[in-house]
Each structure stands twice: as C-alpha cells, then as structure tokens.
C-alpha cells in the first residue's frame, strides 16, 4: 500500500540487508532525524510484521523532505556504494 507523501515525507533510500539497515537506523536515531521503514514484501496475509525478515527483503527509509541534504551528507559512508546497487536492483526488476 502506497500512501504517498504525508507530512512532507519522502523515499529516502532502499536497503536490501539487515546490516546495512541497523546502521542506517542507527545515525538517523543519532542525529535525531525521524524516520519510518516501509517493507516492500509484506508476506503472506499481512502477517509480515510478527517475524523477523529472512533473506534479502527490500526496506524503504522514508524522511522528512527537510532532512534529506542533512540525511544524505551523514550516511554517505554507509550508502556511498549501495546507492549504485540500489539502482542496478531496480533496473532489473
């Protein structure tokens, strides 16, 4: 389900492993930038959010449009080459 924009929030970055997720999360709680993850597969029934996900389920940072430049310029080290991956992963789909 795509909601869209609410409240000025924006598709910031997708992250494909768990990893890479926690350390994302991580500088964002650092530096008090208010995120929210959206998962891509959901699984079956919704049910999706009463587990762990295993294997490479795909997440979606979604931030305020303010934070952008601010979110950009700190997780550079972590996203620098995913980013470039990222965007492979989703001309092959």
């Given at each position: 389900m795509d909601i869209g924009s609410v409240n000025h929030e924006v598709a910031f970055c997708k992250v494909y492993d768990m990893a890479t997720k926690e350390k994302v999360?991580?500088?964002?709680?650092?530096?008090?930038?208010?995120?929210?993850?959206?998962?891509?597969?959901?699984g079956?029934?919704?049910?999706?959010?009463?587990?762990?996900?295993?294997?490479?389920?795909?997440?979606?940072f979604r931030i305020h449009s303010d934070e952008v430049a601010r979110a950009r310029e700190l997780l550079r080290s972590v996203?620098?080459?995913?980013?470039?991956?990222?965007?492979?992963?989703e001309e092959e789909e």
């Open positions: 999360e991580r500088i964002l709680l650092k530096n008090r930038i208010s995120y929210y993850v959206e998962w891509e597969d959901k079956f029934g919704g049910l999706f959010m009463f587990r762990k996900p295993k294997g490479r389920t795909a997440c979606v996203l620098g080459s995913k980013k470039k991956e990222t965007a492979k992963k």
